[in-house]
């Protein structure tokens, strides 16, 4: 490498997010001093990005750092948690610093809107991954757990799952696409927006929650068997962004919902009885969430549509069996 170790943790790392009062040590010691409020638990999260496996092979530096940040954010969100610092490992094949400086900023922009501080880390050469660990906190014994689901809890998710899915599909050239729906399926994967905000409102509402990094199924799926659970999502209450619609069609838009991951959205749930007061303290179109299906005795997590069982793989609905 050209530049120095320390030269490149000072030029692109040392002032890396917010500026936080909390920190007493932050960037340039052998570790960090970070001050807790009072009456807060703290939440920790890692989470690694490898080159070619998590990323397409040449993504642009921005959304590297940004991606790498925002998974971390949105475990901090599925908790309840609010995110406060953040420490990066960065493993490179050399200092290309027009990578670096395009890294640093992506992941910077999205710790600044956060208030994240990036605190410390590790620098070493080899394959480009990227790791980061994100540290929150939350107010003592008020975590939102995926366990804590009861049979009848309503099922929710933010946002529109698929579109990240799909914006992948078009990044590696799988599907054709072009203009502005192309586009903003695309950014929905290389910049995320981790739902910070609304997982720490959710505390007031929900009974479990989860962060939608694996397929919508297959989340929701985790969170109803922590709770002791099945799930069953009504296929026509699949939220799709009309962008998704448009370039994949009906189906192909829905299945790619359920099944897509890298969305980044909670999928959560709420008791029957407070139902009523999340959709009247949160606006759902404000808040940009649906409710999607209920939590179930029957193990397992299935898809229904007019009252039959859809069996969906990530390759698509295999066939059809009724219920
Ligand atoms: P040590 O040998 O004590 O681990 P390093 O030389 O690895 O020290 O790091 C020096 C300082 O720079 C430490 O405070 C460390 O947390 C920070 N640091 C190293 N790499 C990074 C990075 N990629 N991002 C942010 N901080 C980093
Ligand atoms: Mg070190």
Redesign the pocket.
Known sequence: MSLS?FDL?DRY?RS?GAKRSDVRVG????A?ILECPAGTQLAAAVDSLVDGVHFPHGSPAASVGHRALAVNLSDMAAMGARPAWA????TLPGADESWLAEFAAGMSALARAHDVA?V????TSGPLCVSVQVLGHVPRSSALLRSGGRVGDAVFVSGFPGDAGAGLAIEQGRLPAAGEDAAYLRERFLYPAPRVALGECLRRHASACIDVSDGLLADAGKLARASGCGVEIGYEEVPVSEALERVVGAQRARELALTGGDDYELCFTVRPAQVGRLLAELPPQRWGYTRIGTLREVPGAEVLRDGAVMSVSSSGYDHFSHA
């Not at 420490?87 to 960065?90: G, H, K, P, T, V």
């Not at 410390?120 to 620098?123: A, H, I, K, P």
């Open positions: 170790e943790i790392f890396c960037v340039g010691d052998d960090a420490l990066l490992a960065l990036l410390g880390g590790d620098t």
